[in-house]
């Protein structure tokens, strides 16, 4: 790297289905390496400039913790407005990160090893992007570099940075006073339905300047009180619940991960591991019964 002589080596991709199908895209160890290298240099500066309430990939935030601070908000205000970004890492733009991380980083050594990582990602993602024109666009708009592979240490970290003016957009310009976002998820509270409603136009061409949609159908306004769905929960402000669906997934993993135990594929170890992870997350909601149903039931291999 000293020499800029540095080139990252090729991804090995594979498909995970949580939800929805994602593509997932690891590095050489090498390269991850100096990914975790870069991170811990530049980190600092950039925490300085983020909000309080952006919870994803930082030190002391976490899921659990960006659940608790919803539910707070929930128990503070009468409506939630709540947005998710459509298809956000092969969405993001390398030219207006490129210009974002430029405005913190000053060293050319630094920014050197940013572009060849960036341009590493380039079409990546390609195919999980679907073409979004935007005011003033022309056909050029096309071949903009984009997407950054999700896997990479520096794929969630700079997701953070992209997003942080559009954070500060929403605290300082619109004033919201209850705000939480992680990753590509993100919600305002407040006491009125009409000016939350204005909030969502606002927002909505705020992020067109970062070439960013939401899903649209998605983004209403609702009260606190019939529970907002939230990082695989259902959040309430008096209790919370985890959602249906990520039930039903993990009784379908639990009862493949059996199977693979009895076949001899995986060690018991990693069968509990299974378990005990699950529990550790659904833990944080109103889950005994769940548990007790859900591990109580026999496992049978056909």
Known sequence: MQTRRYRPGPYRHFFIREGKRRKISTAPFRD??????????????????????????????????????????????????????????????????????????????????????????????DEEYSMVWFPGDDLLAACRPRGLPIGNLTSQFWSNSYLDPFDHFVKRELRCPAYVRYVDDFALFGDSKRELWSWKQAIVERLARLRLTVHAGAAQVTPVAIGI?????????????????????FTRRLRARWAAYCDGAISFGEFDTTVQGWINHVRYADTWGLREHALGQPLQVR
């Open 32 to 125: 991850r390496v100096v990914h975790h290298a870069l991170c811990n240099v530049i980190e600092p500066a950039f925490e300085r400039h983020f909000i309080f309430d952006s919870y994803a990939n930082r030190v002391g935030k976490g899921t659990h913790r960006a659940v608790d601070r919803l539910q707070q908000f929930a128990r503070r205000y009468r409506y939630v407005l709540r947005l998710d970004i459509v298809k956000h890492f092969p969405s993001l733009d390398h030219a207006i990160l490129r210009e974002r991380l430029a405005e913190v980083i000053r060293d050319e050594a630094v920014l050197w090893l940013v572009d060849a990582i960036l341009a590493s990602g380039v079409g990546v993602l």
């Open 229 to 249: 769905p939230w990082l695989g929960f259902v959040v309430y402000p008096t209790h919370r619940r985890v959602k249906a669906r990520n039930v039903r997934d």
